[in-house]
């Protein structure tokens, strides 16, 4: 039979949490990257400029798309991994999915593999739709696959010493319009102590590609337990590829994320 370890006294156990609710807090507003303008007088708003949400993520030319998809015909048999020879966005677009999803959000991933998957995403930055921050394909609820610093997502928990206490669950993006964000983190700790923290946050655009977001305190639940950690947060991201399921975004210190659209398998 299996015998439960003694339970720790509630002084370690709230530190512990603290601890935790620090991490995810700071890692959660760098795993924000997206939206359409907010309060910007400067700035038309969002609903009087965007387009129809017909196709927007692949927005090149009908001519120069065709030819990129007859060449990617020829290319293809000499390489299916350099991606100077796959033009074709859907084809960069499964490309870098392929690389980063069993990646365990990139921590699994080498030095040399990274490089890999920065060059797939420079790749789909040439078929970026001009600009991001009015797609309305950004709105919806995205998992958070790949940080190129993979401790970004999650902070002190997701180092080495942290991953053996916390175990993430999920770690998700929810983007509402017409200018909300909401970043969840569901983890377990010590393998028994379920809990997650969430941020809500107002986002901005500060131009056709950068976006601000300003989140409230984060919200710590554990159990039945719940309450406010912190203060606000706030950080510039820039939108460098969205479609229908991908969906690539820049932190304002260079590190890439890369977001799948839930739901989707592949």
């Not at 990139?106 to 921050?133: M, T």
């Not at 983007?175 to 809500?200: C, H, M, Q, R, Y």
Request: aromatic content about 8%.
């Amino acid at each position: 039979m299996y015998s439960a370890p003694a339970k720790p006294n509630l002084v370690w156990k709230l530190s512990i949490i603290n601890f935790m609710a620090a991490a995810l807090a700071s890692s959660l507003a760098l795993s924000c990257s997206t939206l359409r303008g907010g309060s910007d007088p400067s700035k038309p708003r969002f609903p009087n400029l965007c387009a129809k949400p017909t196709n927007l993520g692949l927005a090149v030319s009908p001519h120069s798309h065709s030819r990129n998809r007859k060449t990617l015909r020829i290319s293809a048999t000499v390489s299916v991994s350099n991606p100077e020879l796959r033009t074709g966005p859907d084809e960069l677009a499964a490309s870098i999915l392929s690389k980063v999803i069993d990646s365990d959000r990139g921590v699994l991933l080498e030095k040399e593999q990274h490089k890999e998957v920065a060059q797939v995403a420079e790749a789909l930055q040439n078929y970026c739709v001009s600009e991001p921050v009015k797609c309305p394909l950004i709105f919806g609820d995205w998992d958070v696959l790949y940080c190129s610093v993979p401790t970004s997502p999650g902070g002190g928990y997701r180092s080495t010493l942290g991953r053996l206490v916390f175990k993430t669950k999920e770690m998700i993006q929810v983007i509402e319009a017409p200018d909300i964000v909401k970043n969840k983190v569901s983890f377990s700790a010590f393998g028994f102590l379920d809990g997650e923290v969430s941020l809500t946050g107002k986002l901005k655009a500060l131009d056709d590609k950068w976006v601000q977001v300003i989140f409230e305190p984060p919200e710590l639940k554990v159990g039945a337990l719940g309450f406010r950690y912190g203060g606000e947060s706030e950080v510039k991201l820039q939108i460098t590829y969205i479609d229908e399921n991908v969906r690539l975004g820049k932190g304002s210190r260079g590190s890439l994320f890369v977001f799948r659209r839930r739901g989707k398998s592949n």
